[in-house]
């Protein structure tokens, strides 16, 4: 049967996130509200037994082992600041970084080593900064992707984000759909040939209906945050959490305090659910008096574009003045539907002598065999596509 278009977007955006999970929706549809919602720490404080403290700008406090200390990066270029009362041994491991960082200070005893997409520095000053530069280019490219789960296929948007020249990934949200999931993104995010910031979707924020928030923040990174990178403001902020009022906590603290300085070009704005739905026959729209709040903080910031992912769907379109771009094909369900591989990653450009972020899309080309679990499964199922179903199971079955 050939599918239309439209088919596919409904089949696609809305029967799939049902199937995932039925309270997941109920949830899509009456967020509960979060009146205190704290914020990722940056900063380790003081220990007992310990000498140093560590605090970091772009990059979120992990844990210590005595004066051994763990951050991860949400942003390209952390600052990390080491203070003791005296000289003495200190280590601190970032990670998530470019794996051509460049690393700078002012201090001349650190040393450096490095694994993967982790840093580890070393001194014995009481007083030291460093900072991690994103490696100098004329250009650079990111690809933004969201609803990808925390298995093989994170796996493979990760590696294939890499291999169609990706300098970083903006994970739209979603990857936390069933158990083993949250270890397994960070797993994945850690292995990857590219670092990954991530805005917090529903299903990462909620399980069921219990809050699971604080395992972002432990994990992943801040709900909300900044960064500019060659001129272009990235602003990550949580759609996920229901707020009142929608100007109410972390989130509207954090968007009030965002300026746009006079240097930047251009703003990308990533989030889990787009504000506007742009299928007519099941909308997830973001609702009337949050869409109105969030808008408002878009004009005054001048942006005027939206990534966002939460619709299994990959779409371009103006809402408004704001241009959507709708990039949630991360499990490549897609392309169980119409039985080819038909989904695609976000990708985009930011060069020098364009004002503006150049958007466009590439295939993802998911292999068959990354389909091998209940999830697809039931997908097909609940689709009634017996023979995508059946020759899933054959490929699957093979050792
Ligand atoms: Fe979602």
Request: hydrophobic letters at 40%; one cysteine or more.
């Amino acid at each position: 049967m050939k599918l239309s278009r439209r088919s596919i977007l409904v089949l696609v955006g809305g029967a799939i996130i049902g199937v995932l999970t039925p309270a997941g929706q109920a949830v899509l549809r009456y967020p509960p509200p979060q009146f205190t919602p704290e914020e990722a720490p940056v900063d380790s404080g003081d220990a007992a037994g310990s000498m140093f403290r560590a605090s970091a700008r772009g990059a979120v406090f992990q844990g210590r082992d005595g004066d051994r200390f763990v951050f991860r990066a949400f942003a390209p270029e952390p600052d990390i600041t080491v203070q003791g009362s005296a000289e003495g041994e200190w280590q601190v491991e970032v990670r998530n970084l470019h794996p051509e960082a460049i690393l700078s200070s002012g201090t001349s005893d650190l040393v450096e080593t490095k694994s993967n997409l982790a840093r580890t520095v070393s001194g014995t000053a009481a007083e030291s900064s460093f900072r991690f530069h994103f490696p100098k280019r004329e250009r650079y490219r990111f690809a933004a992707i969201g609803d990808t789960g925390g298995g093989s296929e994170l796996r493979w948007v990760l590696a294939r984000a890499d291999a169609l020249g990706a300098d970083f990934v903006l994970h739209l949200g979603d990857f936390n759909y069933g158990k083993g999931d949250y270890l397994g993104t960070v797993a994945a995010l850690d292995a990857a040939g590219i670092p990954t910031y991530v805005a917090i979707g529903n299903h990462d924020f909620y399980e069921g209906f219990n809050s699971i928030h604080k395992l972002f923040r432990q994990h992943v990174g801040p709900r909300n945050a900044s960064f500019e990178l060659g001129g272009v403001m990235f602003v990550n902020i949580d759609t996920a959490a229901g707020f009142i009022p929608p100007g109410g906590g972390a989130r509207g603290e954090f968007l009030g305090a965002l300026e746009r300085g006079e240097h930047i070009k251009d703003v990308v704005v990533f989030t889990h659910k787009p504000l506007k739905d742009p299928r007519q026959e099941e909308s997830h729209s973001i609702p009337g008096l949050e869409y109105g709040f969030l808008r408002g903080e878009l004009k005054r910031l001048g942006a005027d574009t939206v990534v966002a992912g939460h619709i299994h769907i990959k779409e371009d379109f103006e809402d408004d003045g704001i241009r959507t771009l709708i990039s949630g094909q991360g499990l490549a369900h897609a392309d169980l539907i119409v039985d080819r591989p038909i989904a695609e990653i976000l990708l985009a450009d930011v060069t020098p002598d364009a004002n503006k972020v150049d958007y466009h899309w590439a295939p993802l080309e998911m292999p068959f065999e990354l389909h091998c679990n209940s999830r697809a499964w039931e997908v097909l199922v609940a689709l009634d596509k017996p023979g995508v179903l059946r020759q899933l199971k054959e490929i699957c079955a093979k050792p």
